[in-house]
């Protein structure tokens, strides 16, 4: 039953399988604002290095991660092995740059070909429109506009499935009406402390859309625990957020179950999600989070987390 949760998934409507855990590599970027610690270099190297000898083998990144260091990072580690490894995964994001909000399809094509340069790549699983609520649904979907610059690039076969990842899940479902998407990623908003994306990923459940679901640890709070990280989606987190998490954390600490185990299979559990995006930035998580997937965790815990009434349903961000 435990190695069930490692089985590959089917990605959508498509006929490929993923691993049902990709390993995010947004720590990768080095983001000392986002994260509030740095990652060297041959840390991050080693770590994807590990994803990829592992059956977690799916890499997910982005070319706003450090603005290109999360890619280029990849892209030393692909370089070492030549190329990526048959049946791994690779996915990544292109949106605007970090320091301007110039969405405009010029950028993004601009943007999309350092990300194959960077990673030293000329295809990809998945890509995805990321962080389309910095511009106008109009502008994104007008012609040469970057919905229609990307898409230029899915006919071409760079890719091979078209995703959508908002931070605010009724862009991302404005976005999946159009029809255009194969794949939607929602981050922070499914988890054991906030469940906001949930009428968006049963849409995209019901329209055969991959549902990626980001950040099971909400930014950390449910790995670390919340007297060492009491912050959710990269910000400190309200009060009552945090007397959620303590109650459960010591629900865990009572069935002597690790916390990241339970905030981890809480989203593989859930048959809408095709893929858990987990971030991490040492070699050593993969194997962690393998053993958080596989362990038994007994129902009385799922039990005593439900007694505490469902999470909230409203924005993290509070818009
Ligand atoms: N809009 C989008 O598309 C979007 C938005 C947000 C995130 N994402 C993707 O989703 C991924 C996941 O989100 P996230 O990284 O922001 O948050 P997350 O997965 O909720 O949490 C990551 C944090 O948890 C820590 N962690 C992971 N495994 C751990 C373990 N076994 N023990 C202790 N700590 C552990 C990591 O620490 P270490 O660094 O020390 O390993 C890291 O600080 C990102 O990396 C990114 O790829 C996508």
Redesign the pocket.
């Known amino acids: 039953m435990s190695n069930d949760r490692l089985k590959r998934r089917r990605f959508g409507r498509s006929s490929l399988e993923v691993p049902p855990i990709a390993v995010?590599?947004?720590?990768l970027g080095d983001m000392r604002e986002t994260?509030l610690y740095s990652?060297p270099e041959d840390q991050a190297v080693a770590t994807v290095l590990a994803a990829l000898a592992s059956p977690i083998d799916y890499i997910?990144?982005?070319a706003w991660y450090g603005d290109g260091e999360s890619e280029r990072r990849v892209g030393l580690a692909l370089k070492e092995l030549g190329g990526l490894p048959d049946g791994a995964i690779l996915q990544t994001?292109i949106g605007r740059p970090p320091d301007s909000f110039d969405f405009s399809g010029e950028v993004v094509k601009r943007r999309f070909e350092r990300s194959m340069e960077l990673l030293g790549v000329d295809r990809f699983d998945t890509v995805?429109l990321?962080?389309p609520e910095a511009t106008t649904f109009e502008d994104a979907m007008s012609p040469g506009g970057p919905v229609e610059v990307l898409r230029g690039y899915y006919e071409q076969g760079v890719f091979d499935h078209f995703g959508v990842?908002?931070?605010i899940s009724d862009v991302d479902l404005q976005y999946l009406k159009t029809g255009l998407f194969d794949a939607v990623?929602s981050?922070?908003r499914y988890t054991l402390l906030n469940i906001n994306s949930d009428e968006l990923f049963s849409y995209a459940a019901q329209h055969g859309i991959a549902v990626l679901n980001?950040?099971?640890?909400?930014?950390?709070i449910?790995?670390?625990g919340a007297a060492a990280y009491p912050r959710y989606f990269y910000r400190p987190a309200p009060q009552a957020m945090i007397d959620r998490a303590l109650a459960i954390e010591a629900i865990c600490v009572r069935y002597d179950v690790p916390l990241?185990a339970v905030a981890l299979q809480f989203s593989l559990r859930d048959l809408r999600i095709t893929v858990t995006?987990?971030?991490?930035?040492?070699p050593e998580?993969i194997q962690?989070?393998i053993d958080?997937a596989t362990l038994e965790i007994p129902d009385e815990l799922w039990d005593e987390i439900e007694a505490l009434g469902p999470p909230d349903r409203s924005d993290p961000t509070g818009t």
């Open positions: 995010g590599c947004a720590p994260f990652v997910d990144t982005a994001k995805f990321h962080g990842a908002s931070d990623i981050s922070n980001a950040a099971p640890y909400g930014s950390g449910l790995a670390r990241p995006i987990a971030g991490m930035s040492r998580r962690e989070t958080y």
